[in-house]
């Protein structure tokens, strides 16, 4: 296998919303906020719901691999519910290996609110469900180790059973990838994401806001100062300044594509990350892998919706 992903199995409700939605809800706009079921249905009953379809960052990149032509996997947990089964038969229908045995849990399956504002930005409420209880004995070490690379979302951490799933992972894994995801899961657990990034990933994804929280820089000049020194490989996306990738000393960089019809901005993060790590493990340059990750995130946001039909 090319690529196995593990990340929350969230199924998206996306919905068109306005700001005052928003404000009124005390969101803050462009980030993800975790809530409980009470809350989620709260919101869910005030809204008409646009489409329900298979999410999660991780997944979302993983489908995107496997329509570039990669063999993929994926490890996520969901309930044996009528939202489990539609998850599992979403990422089936894009020829991904769902790594995961689903069996009939206390808690739902995870599911998230996506609200999408006139501008086309998006911000998530996340009830976990199900997805936030992963284990250890979720883990399939064997897929793993028959795996070059590992792919991880900064989402999946958390204190407790997650963290041990997350730890052992890694340890079984060839070679590590990770999106820091959102300025949320960053500003949660700064100091353990820097411990990832500076000596336990190979590969970092992150937007301009999260890798500037997450090593407090005073302006982007910093964040290059920090990348090139840790010898990993950091790949940024900077929204219409484009996008770039430091290893070392190497800078290389991406114009953003312009002209596009934006309709809805989820997914783009994850169709690049997707769109890059398919040029990494087929052995393209670093420019060639950005420039398959531009397009790749270009075309997402011109739908509604996080996958590429």
């Not at 009470?38 to 489908?63: D, M, P, Q, W, Y």
């Not at 790949?235 to 190497?250: D, S």
């Not at 790590?277 to 087929?282: A, K």
Request: hydrophobic letters at 40%; proline letters at 2%.
């Amino acid at each position: 296998m090319k690529i196995l992903g593990i990340g929350n199995a969230i199924v998206d409700v996306i919905c068109k919303v306005e700001d005052k939605f928003i404000t009124q809800n005390n969101l803050t706009k462009s980030t993800m906020k975790l809530v409980d079921e009470t809350e989620f249905k709260r919101l869910l009953s005030t809204l008409k719901v646009e489409e329900t379809v298979s999410g999660g960052s991780v997944a979302n990149s993983i489908v995107g691999l496997s329509q570039l032509g990669n063999k993929v996997g994926f490890i996520g947990k969901v309930s044996d519910d009528n939202l489990g089964n539609k998850y599992e038969e979403g990422l089936k229908k894009e020829n991904v290996q769902f790594l995961y045995s689903k069996k009939k849990e206390v808690i739902p399956t995870g599911t998230c609110l996506i609200l999408v504002t006139p501008d086309s930005e998006r911000t998530m409420v996340t009830f976990l469900g199900t997805a936030g209880k992963i284990n250890e004995n979720d883990i399939d070490v064997n897929a793993l180790k028959n795996s070059e690379i590992l792919f991880l979302e900064g989402y999946l951490w958390d204190e407790g059973e997650p963290k041990k799933a997350f730890e052992k992972a890694i340890s079984s894994s060839n070679k590590v990838a990770m999106s820091l995801s959102d300025l949320f899961c960053v500003e949660r657990h700064k100091p353990n994401f820097i411990e990832l990034v500076k000596n336990k990933l190979d590969i970092t994804f992150a937007n301009e806001q999260e890798i500037t929280s997450l090593i407090d820089a005073k302006n982007f000049d910093d964040v290059i100062n920090f990348t090139k020194k840790i010898n990993k490989l950091i790949v940024i996306t900077r929204g219409e300044k484009g996008a770039l990738a430091v290893y070392k000393n190497e800078v290389v960089e991406c114009p953003a594509k312009n002209n596009l019809k934006i309709k809805d901005l989820t997914g783009a993060g994850d169709l690049f990350a997707g769109g890059f790590l398919h040029g990494f493990i087929n052995s393209k340059s670093t420019k060639e892998s950005l420039v398959i990750g531009t397009e790749m995130s270009s075309k997402v946001i011109q739908i509604v919706g996080a996958r590429l039909n």
